[in-house]
């Protein structure tokens, strides 16, 4: 009798629990029998390991989430050097490796391939941070002298004043969930809708003191600011894609409509196929003279769970998932992102990498892990049935299949090219999803 998919998940993330003198401290991002795909999968990622402390939170067992967050302020210490250059105070590592059980080595980068430093990393840690005060009522551990100093170091870091005149945060390709070159630089969504999740933890997390109340509240500010730009300008539904179809470029001034210079001619032409009537979305990347429409899931559903969007826009996104399931969810919920480029555009984009071909890993292939992101989401704009529907079909399937880490094709209907099973973050985010269809209060462990 083959195992309970449930069990199987468990089994998988407690195997999966590496010690730090004699603490746990994290998870390991697979235990693929057949050995990780990259060296780095035997390491703790702190992306990764949120999703696994979310069960842990959901299941009344926060120490290995108190013991992970304060050994990440540990790396801290460590010399922040890549290449040869110093990196800023605030940034995190993308993951460590606890070696003998006794020594922690962290990983800023520097073993990434490309050589980017994850911004992603301090944001998932200070959302993780408020769910585990959200789920323990210990205030205390926040206001501890260590925590207080690193939530002030990724403050500063990420409102720094620069030549941006915009909101949102400017940041390079593979600096997030995306980590491999997909023409994602600039402003993308996973990124804006991250920080601002960050952003409004602040008032609950940061003391305010002589030397932080400046920065309390330019946070404030820009938290206000963030969210008014992106509801307004990367929102796209029929009605913003005939007002972008009939923009004038060139326009100067306090009255142009036509703000970031956007070329109508520049969307492709699948939109206008692709737009049902109800609905819409978050596009993912915005800029000057630039609107990436492409659909990137992670983005538009943690702006969703963190309340960027309106009430109307987070029904639209859902509208859309309805409309078109089959291109987004398919055969294993969710899709990255859509369309997957090809041709010349992948050429362009990816810089031919071979891992990003189309309809795989990044470049449209369904992930597992969005299945967490997508009940949430379902579940706090009351769309219960979507959810439902989104975890059968993932449930039949996943433990079966080993717990790969992504499957390819336009329906996501097979077990990825190069994927590792037994990825930990696939089992942590089927669990995590069934405990909030168990119990819809757990939303309360989020921003927004």
């Known amino acids: 009798m083959s195992e309970d998919p449930l069990t199987s998940a468990y089994n998988l993330l407690e195997n999966a629990v590496v010690q730090f003198r004699g603490r746990p401290v994290g998870t390991v991002a697979a235990r693929d029998p057949h050995g990780a795909a990259a060296d780095n999968y035997r390491e703790c990622f702190i992306r990764d390991f949120a999703v696994s402390a979310l069960v842990w939170l959901a299941d009344g067992k926060p120490e290995i989430v108190g013991n992970f967050l304060e050994t990440v302020v540990y790396l801290l210490d460590q010399e922040l050097t890549m290449e040869g250059h110093e990196i800023q105070p ?3 590592p993308a993951s460590f490796r606890v070696l003998d059980g006794e020594h922690v080595v962290a990983d800023f980068g520097n073993r990434a391939i490309g050589r980017v430093a994850p911004v992603d990393a301090m944001m998932w840690w200070v959302v993780l941070l408020h769910a585990y005060i959200q789920a323990t009522g210990d205030s205390q551990f926040a206001r501890r002298s260590e925590i207080q100093n690193a939530l002030c170091s990724i403050l500063s870091l990420c409102l720094k004043g620069s030549f941006e005149v915009y909101p949102t945060l400017l940041v390079p390709d593979a600096c997030c969930m995306i980590d491999r070159r997909m023409g994602v630089y600039g402003h993308p969504l996973e990124i804006q809708s991250l920080f601002y999740g960050m952003l409004h933890t602040v008032g609950d997390l940061c003391v305010e003191r002589p030397d932080t109340k400046a920065l309390i509240e330019n946070a404030a500010k820009r938290h206000t600011s963030l969210r008014d730009y992106v509801r307004r300008y990367y929102w796209l539904d029929e009605d913003r894609l005939s007002e972008v179809h009939r923009f004038h470029t060139e326009e100067f001034g306090d009255g142009s409509n036509n703000v970031l210079n956007i070329n109508p001619t520049s969307l492709p032409m699948w939109v206008q196929r692709w737009m049902p009537q109800r609905g819409g979305w978050l596009v993912g990347n915005l800029g000057p003279e630039r609107m990436d429409v492409r659909f990137f899931a992670l983005g538009n559903l943690l702006a969703i769970l963190f309340g960027l969007t309106t009430d109307q826009q987070a029904q639209g996104i859902m509208d859309l998932y309805e409309a078109r399931w089959d291109d987004l969810v398919g055969d294993m919920p969710v ?11 992948w050429r362009v984009l990816t810089g031919c990498d071979p891992k990003n071909a189309a309809w795989s890993y990044h470049n449209g292939g369904n992930w597992p892990v969005l299945l967490w992101p997508f009940v949430a989401a379902a579940l ?16 039949g399937k996943l433990a079966r299949h080993q717990w790969p880490e992504y499957y390819d094709g336009q329906s996501g209907r097979l077990i990825g090219r190069r994927a590792n099973l037994d990825q930990v ?8 999803s069934r405990r909030l269809l168990e119990k819809p209060s757990l939303l309360s462990l989020f921003p927004g």
């Open 380 to 395: 706090k704009v009351e769309r219960r049935d979507l959810a439902e529907r989104a975890f059968e079909t993932a449930a």
């Open 335 to 345: 899709k990255i992102s859509y369309p997957a480029v090809a041709g010349e555009e």
């Open 425 to 432: 973050w696939s089992a942590a985010a089927f669990i995590f």
């Open 90 to 92: 605030g940034v995190m």
